[in-house]
């Protein structure tokens, strides 16, 4: 559940502060990056502060392809006032992400209910919320990102269905883990499959990695056949880079991702 962020406070995590973040992506050979709303989440509606930030980008020489919205309310909400303001509060990051010269929001489609449930309400949330990105030339996409939504063909369906240009997907490698248990993961979709599912609708990608080989790749997911359903796809977007493994820092974690993918990219040419 995309439980309600009530509080105005911004997350600060070890002790960086976000306006820092073009600078400190510019370090890994970037030239695109990633927000992620609740690190922001008092600046929405401060564009001061975002006129600041475009001016980081700016001097680091990176760009804002897309922000990703957390904790804002559920798109598939079966109470039609609850999801009504999850759809509004949504408004201000698609105003950001335009200022900021963006082309995406990324967003979650969850809700209770039964499968045809959630999917019908997320349907209304997604079309609603997909013709005011529309009006401002913003993408609106999904990840699969627990629940439903990490079964590849529950949510190319709820895309089918939109049918809409700006409404699409995010496949993430690692998120098909339809349900959890107490020692891990007790339903997992066949990554493979969803992401050859999504890749239709997709427009962003994130390379999600976790553990890594002596030879350099990834334990859980073969980079390289997952890239060629991405290219055979015909995907021209960013791949975006995430490290969420425990046994490397972040900064080696993110080097060894990107040190993948290179190599992914020189066997597929």
């Not at 201000?92 to 900021?100: N, R, T």
């Not at 401002?136 to 996409?141: D, F, S």
């Not at 409404?167 to 493979?192: A, K, Q, S």
């Not at 046994?247 to 040190?259: P, Q, Y």
């Amino acid at each position: 559940m995309n439980t309600l962020m009530t509080s105005p406070e911004d997350i600060i995590v070890d002790g960086q502060d976000p306006m820092n973040f073009p600078e400190e992506a510019a370090k890994y050979g970037v030239n695109s990056i990633e927000l992620v709303n609740t690190f922001y989440f008092g600046k929405a509606d401060d564009m001061s502060y975002w006129t600041a930030f475009k001016a980081k980008c700016e001097e680091a020489g990176v760009q804002v392809g897309l922000i990703m919205c957390d904790v804002l309310g559920d798109l598939g909400d079966a109470d039609e006032a609850a999801r009504t303001r999850a759809i509004e509060n949504h408004y201000k990051w698609v105003d950001v992400a335009k200022f900021l010269g963006a082309h995406t929001i990324r967003v979650n489609a969850a809700g209770k209910g039964t499968a045809d449930e959630v999917a019908r309400n997320a349907v209304d949330g997604l079309k609603r919320l997909g013709a005011y990105g529309a009006s401002k030339g913003i993408n609106i996409v999904v990840e699969n990102h627990g629940g439903y939504s990490s079964n590849g063909s529950w949510l190319a369906n709820v895309m089918k269905t939109v049918d809409m240009d700006n409404v699409g997907t995010l496949p993430d490698f690692g998120n098909f883990c339809i349900e959890n248990g107490p020692e891990g993961c007790i339903n997992e979709y066949d990554r493979y499959k969803g992401i050859e599912e999504l890749m239709p609708y997709a427009k962003a990608v994130s390379a999600k990695a976790h553990d890594f080989d002596e030879n350099g790749n990834e334990t859980n997911s073969d980079f390289l056949r997952i890239m060629k359903i991405v290219k055979d796809s015909g995907f021209k977007g960013h791949i975006g880079i995430e490290y969420e493994g425990n046994d490397l820092s972040e900064e080696e974690g993110i080097k060894k991702t990107k040190k993948l993918l290179e190599k992914v990219f020189r066997e597929l040419q």
